[in-house]
């Protein structure tokens, strides 16, 4: 399950660094254009560079919301979660509420939070 949550992590990650990458590409293109006085950075360029923020933001919360709700249902079914898995989905859950998450999460940590470390013993019948 850990390397899923890894793979999930740097998949993700790397798109939004990647976003991240060409909004400040972007803005050194603008920046560099200005300087040599063939491009002026207007206000209409930030807000262009500011609303592609936004929205590399809003589809990242998206895309963690998601991953997170996958990967605390499957501990809720397993019906427990390791230590070493604990402190990943922790991680991801304060990188979450850290870039705005909100509390929709909230009921699925609290099931998550009471799970046992470690794999319940089932009873032969």
Known sequence: MSETLILIITVGGSATV?????LLA???KHRAE???????????????????????????????????????????EAEY?????????KKL?????DIGGNGELEPLEKLFDALPAKKPVKERG
């Open 93 to 97: 859950l304060t990188a979450y509420h």
């Open 18 to 22: 990647a976003g991240i990458f060409n």
């Open 34 to 76: 200005a300087k040599r006085g063939t491009h002026i950075a207007t206000e209409e360029t930030l807000q262009e560079i500011k609303k592609e923020l936004k929205l590399t933001k809003t589809a990242q919360l998206a895309s963690m919301q998601n991953t997170l709700a996958h990967i605390l249902s499957k501990h809720i």
């Open 81 to 89: 979660a390791g230590v070493s898995e604990r402190k990943a989905v």
């Open 26 to 28: 972007n803005f050194q």
